[in-house]
Nanobody
């Protein structure tokens, strides 16, 4: 059962920008921490960014700091990932995730989306 639905992926040239969005499909997540992960072909899934339920706590992977920004919608039930200065190594399937605890959402969240593909050409 899909709990989260991602959108906004696509093909972009290096140096360009994309904005990913994630919304719940069947329940609300406004009291959950939410996160983004990514998985490139042949590699393990890796953490990208996380945000607490009220938006006050934010974490980023070192590889995206200063280039990506995570945010929540006004109703706290959606999450977005603004990706700037994209590099070919950012190419991956990007997944939205949620967990009641921010300590868990960065490692093994309970809820996942099905992913959206981001491809950055050089």
């Amino acid at each position: 059962q899909v709990q989260l639905v991602e959108s906004g992926g696509g093909l972009v040239q290096a140096g360009g920008s994309l904005r990913l969005s994630c919304a719940p499909s069947q329940r609300t997540f406004n009291t959950y921490a939410m996160a983004w992960f990514r998985q490139a072909p042949g590699k393990e899934r890796e953490f990208v960014a996380a945000i607490g339920w009220n938006g006050d706590t934010i974490y980023y992977a070192e590889s995206v700091k200063g280039r990506f920004a995570i945010s929540r919608g006004d109703a706290k039930n959606t999450v977005a990932l603004q990706m700037n200065s994209l590099k070919p190594e950012d190419t991956a399937a990007y997944y939205c995730a949620a967990d009641v605890r921010i300590s868990e959402v960065t490692t093994r969240p309970d809820y996942w989306g099905q992913g959206t593909q981001v491809t950055v050409s050089s």
